[in-house]
Every structure is written in C-alpha cells, then in structure tokens.
C-alpha cells in the first residue's frame, strides 16, 4: 500500500532552516507529481510546493519563493524540501502528497515549529 513518511521538522529560529524529507513506497514514486502541503495550528491545508517526475519542473507558493527548494531523488523514493529564512507564521505541519488513481495520499506529517 502507499506510504509516505515525513521527517526532518522541529524547532527553529526566526530566519532558520530545516530540511524535510518524504520517504514514499508502494507505488513507482518516478512516475507520480509530488506535493508539499502545509497546516498552520487552527488553519486548513495550504499547498506550498510541487514538483514533476524527473524533477525538472517545480512550483511554489509566493510567499516561499526564493526561500523554499522542493527536489526529489527517485532512486531512493525520497522527496525533499529544503526551507530557508522560515518565519514565524510557517509554523505548521508538514504532508508531503501524492494523488494516485483518483485518491490522495497523505503522510502523517512532521511539525516545524519557528520561534524564538
């Protein structure tokens, strides 16, 4: 069955970064657009980052741009998100997704908590 295992959050600074990793497996991770997806405590899910299969092509939300680097490596099934310059407000959980066949799949996220 799909599994997707998020990582890497925790406490940061004002201005830190944190790298999250999404291990995925039960599906052909190459083959699949990934997403990064975010919910802020009291909030609903906000999308924050997609990217292609062979990971040439990504997107971002505007207010990360410039500060967010989504990539991917398909031959360990992993996707990435490499955030920098974080801010308060970004404090949130993490979900990496995938939408496979009419379903979407979801991790059970990592905490990223930025505060002084």
């Known amino acids: 069955q799909v599994q997707l295992v998020e990582s890497g959050g925790g406490l940061v600074q004002p201005g830190g970064s944190l790298r999250l990793s999404c291990a995925a497996s039960g599906f052909t991770f190459s083959s699949y657009w990934m997403y990064w997806v975010r919910q802020a405590p009291g909030k609903g899910l906000e999308w924050v980052s997609a990217?292609?299969?062979?990971?040439?092509?990504?997107y971002y939300q505007d207010s990360v741009k410039g500060r967010f680097t989504v990539s991917r490596d398909n031959a360990k099934n992993t996707l990435y998100l490499q955030m920098n310059s974080l801010k308060p407000e970004e404090t949130a959980l993490y979900y990496c997704?995938?939408?496979?066949?009419?379903?979407?799949?979801w991790g059970k996220g990592t905490l990223v908590t930025v505060s002084s």
């Open positions: 990217i292609n299969t062979a990971g040439g092509t990504s």
């Open positions: 997704n995938v939408y496979r066949y009419g379903i979407n799949y």
